[in-house]
């Protein structure tokens, strides 16, 4: 089980550090949304929103191949992985199975750490 952490904490860093790098750089070309979901990504691109997701990407991604401090970096990713579950389910259904990968290995992590997150279910 500890193989299966180390693979599922060391995909999902990657995932995030590269997609999330990918929206300053922009070395993985992508084609723009169409409809709703090209408006919702207009507005977050111009308010600057999308950089702040961005960021928090690149930070957790890091803090999860770190292998330190692997709660934080699932805290730091647990709402960013919400908000793509959402607008892939919602808005743009084409890359839904990868935040269904994303989701499914985030639940993994956070199970494998649930001793760090206990305090958020206790009485």
């Known amino acids: 089980m500890k193989i299966a952490t180390i693979i599922a904490r060391t995909l999902l860093g990657l995932i995030f550090v590269v997609f999330g790098s990918n929206k300053f750089l922009h070395f993985i070309p992508m084609p723009p949304p169409e409809g709703m979901a090209g408006d919702f990504f207009k507005v977050m691109f111009a308010s600057h929103y999308l950089d702040v997701v961005a960021a928090f990407e690149v930070v957790g991604g890091l803090i999860l191949l770190t292998g330190r401090f ?40 956070l199970w494998r750490n649930k001793s760090a997150f206990a305090g958020l279910v206790r009485k």
Request: hydrophobic letters at 60%; glycine letters at 8%.
């Open 70 to 109: 692997t709660p934080l970096g699932l805290t730091l990713l647990g709402p960013v992985i919400v908000n793509i579950l959402c607008f892939h389910t919602l808005m743009n259904p084409a890359g839904l199975p990868l935040a269904i990968i994303v989701s499914a290995l985030a639940l993994f992590l």
